[in-house]
């Protein structure tokens, strides 16, 4: 197993191997235990710095990126884009350069912009963390949806996921369909002719992705079923004659789950509509692992954070041997990981979003 990522930032799932995709999955469950303790902190990353850089809304990647950096004790700042001088007419890079100049070892960057993540990190000698890009990718929440994935089904190879909604403008869908096929899963994708088109099946090469045109042919004999958020805020583009419509062709709904495996499970990345792409009933229902995908989370990006920031620098079998008590007797004086020869970004951040309809220039979910 790797001691570290072969990349000393995490810009998308595409380009990470099944052993890397692991070595996260590994960590991050090694980190579930500490928010279980009555003191939920340990001294792993103290002494470093994390920029937590947000020019669109959010909820979970936001907050459990903030209390993941502070559970391992590194300072972390949060600057959103009404708060920082792009307002002012700041360009991206020149706010990179600035914060750059306050010596941070990690930017946690979500942006409108596909490929926003990439360019800071050419200029940035602290590792960079794509917390969602346009329609391009979104690293993490793909990691916590294969970490609960993992947990209920034990493994990949020849597990059956359906993916459905707004492939269109999923960041969330397309790093999902890089990791679950990596992993050996067979992926099925639906959604409205406008708004997932066939071309997305070639997203992944030689791997087992598809595009149906009924989601009830997605869910059938499916052992995961994720939904996707509608991205309301972009109905003026005329995708969908109207919510209403959607819901009656397109919604999980108890009735539609019924095709899936007795057992499946079912996710959403949230934020959700319901009523229209998920019923209330399934949403809250014994199938749903929608708030565990959250818990999740926190856990996959302290692993994200450990594994960039350093802390994973002398030991990485366990964390947590590291990481005993606040107290820091186990904590690593370990110093930021060596520069690799894949220091330099993804050259080609853009091609999947392009090449597959997104726009490239909007956010998505
Ligand atoms: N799933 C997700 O990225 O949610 P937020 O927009 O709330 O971060």
């Known amino acids: 197993m790797k ?3 072969s990349q000393r930032h995490l810009l998308g799932i595409r380009g990470l191997s099944a052993d890397e995709i692991t070595h996260i999955l590994d960590t991050a469950e090694t980190f579930r235990e500490i928010s279980e303790r009555e003191i939920k902190k340990v001294p792993t990353l103290r002494g470093r710095t994390v920029i937590n850089l947000f020019f669109e809304p959010s909820t979970r990647t936001r907050t459990s990126f903030e209390i993941a950096g502070k559970r391992l004790s590194a300072d972390v700042i949060n600057v959103s884009s009404s708060s920082s001088s792009v307002t002012k007419g ?7 350069r600035n914060l750059e100049a306050m010596s941070p070892d990690l930017i946690v960057i979500r942006h409108p912009s596909a490929g926003a993540p ?9 590792s960079v963390v794509n917390a969602g890009d346009g329609a391009h990718e979104h690293p993490t929440q793909a990691l916590l949806d294969a970490l609960t994935i993992r947990q209920q089904k034990g493994s990949f190879e020849g597990l059956r996921v359906a993916i459905l909604g707004d492939l269109l403008h999923s960041r969330v869908a397309r790093s999902n369909a890089h990791l679950l096929t990596t992993l050996g899963a067979e992926v099925a994708l639906a959604g409205p002719g406008t708004l997932a088109p066939p071309e997305f099946a ?8 598809r595009v149906e045109r009924r989601i009830e042919d997605a869910i059938e004999g499916a052992d995961v079923v994720m939904v996707l958020r509608i991205q309301r805020e972009r109905q003026d583009k005329a995708f969908l004659p109207s919510l209403r419509e959607y819901a009656v062709h397109f919604g999980l709904t108890r009735k539609r789950l019924e095709l899936a495996k007795p057992d499946a499970i079912v996710m959403h990345p949230g934020p959700m509509n319901r009523g229209i792409e998920i019923a209330s009933d399934v949403a809250d229902g014994s199938r749903s692992l929608i708030l565990d995908q959250v818990a999740n989370g926190l856990a996959v990006r302290m692993a994200v954070l450990y ?3 350093g802390g994973a620098g002398t030991n990485t079998s366990n964390p947590t041997t590291r990481v005993k008590d606040e107290a820091g007797t186990a904590e690593s004086q370990s110093s930021k990981p060596a520069a690799s020869s894949a220091d330099e970004p993804a050259t080609e951040p853009l091609r999947a979003a392009v090449s597959v309809g997104g726009t490239g220039t909007e956010s998505s979910k």
């Not at 070639?202 to 992705?209: D, I, P």
Request: net charge neutral.
């Open 90 to 96: 700041e360009t991206l890079l020149d706010t990179a």
């Open 307 to 309: 594994l960039l920031g």
């Open 3 to 5: 001691a570290q990522l």
């Open 118 to 126: 990439h360019q800071l990190a050419r200029v940035c000698r602290a």
């Open 202 to 209: 070639s997203l992944v090469e030689g791997r087992s992705l």
